[in-house]
């Protein structure tokens, strides 16, 4: 059995705790839920970490400095 838990709070939303927004944070929250999102955190940190491994990417910085 899956349980899926909304919480607000977390996107930046100021005031009384009444979003005017609905919708917004209803997707929001979906959308962090979903498998994927969960799986692109460390897909997209092991891609930005092989981006600046690349040679070019390290000829790049040594050419700045």
Do not use: K, N, Y
Not at 23 to 35: K, M, N
């Amino acid at each position: 059995m899956s349980s899926l838990s909304l919480h607000r709070g977390d996107h930046d939303i100021h005031g009384d705790g009444l979003s005017l927004h609905p919708v917004r944070d209803f997707i929001a929250d979906w959308l962090e839920a979903t498998p994927a999102a969960i799986v692109m955190r460390p897909v997209g940190a092991f891609l930005a970490d092989w981006v600046r491994a690349t040679p070019m990417a390290i000829l790049f910085r040594s050419l700045q400095r």
